[in-house]
């Protein structure tokens, strides 16, 4: 039996008895339901999975119209909030198509593919160190120092604070990608990951500069 049926079955059983033992008990007891995964192949809806890829196929679809794309774009990240489909990203090869997005003519999407990348990262060391394998991070120091819109560039910032929190090698690959008077002004090339303060010192600094180029 699928697992997640073997939860949704252990879910109704325990219910159904609390359900009986209500006219004994003070306080019924009532269990956490199961999950959506569950209900949807109890009943033949779509996957979170599938939701992701669907919204990415609308999102880098030709035929897709801006606004149906900004709503892909915002059904998606609101599925990446969860850290499961977060990592499910790498086996559903959706991590490509979102990077690829942060280099959009449409500043829209430029936008909103750094938000999505940004909730997906963050205290994800697992997406964290993926996205550094892809190369990710040059992409968004580019767009969070140059790119034209402010709204970009602040969605990039985002991101790149979720990316390199926690995670040295994200830390460093992002630091290689800074101008050299964006280096640590103590004199330490590269700041320990695990040191909040001058992570936020750093965030801050390339905030500053974010906002010199309006």
């Avoid at 990240?77 to 559903?92: G, I």
């Avoid at 990077?99 to 994800?124: P, Y």
């Amino acid at each position: 039996m699928d697992p997640r049926m073997n939860e949704l079955l252990k879910w109704g059983i325990q219910n159904s008895d609390s359900n009986n033992n209500n006219n004994t008990q003070a306080t019924p007891t009532h269990h956490a339901p199961p999950d959506t995964e569950a209900l949807s192949a109890l009943f033949g809806g779509p996957s979170e999975a599938d939701l992701m890829k669907e919204a990415m196929s609308a999102i880098t679809s030709s035929n897709t119209p801006l606004a149906d794309k900004l709503i892909a774009f915002d059904n998606f990240e609101q599925l990446v909030e969860n850290m499961d489909n977060a990592n499910n990203m790498t086996p559903l090869q959706l991590w490509e198509p979102l990077i690829d997005q942060m280099q959009s003519d449409e500043a829209e999407l430029r936008r909103m593919a750094a938000w999505c990348l940004g909730t997906a990262v963050q205290n994800n060391i697992r997406a964290q160190e993926h996205i550094l394998g892809l190369g990710a991070l040059p992409h968004l120091v580019a767009l969070a120092l140059d790119d034209e819109d402010e709204k970009v560039r602040r969605k990039a910032l985002y991101a790149l604070s979720s990316a390199v929190r926690n995670c040295q090698p994200a830390l460093n690959a992002m630091m290689e990608s800074l101008p050299l008077d964006m280096r640590d002004s103590s004199g330490e090339v590269i700041p320990d990951a695990t040191d909040m303060d001058k992570v936020n010192d750093l965030v801050g600094r390339l905030r500053e500069r974010a906002q010199r180029k309006t």
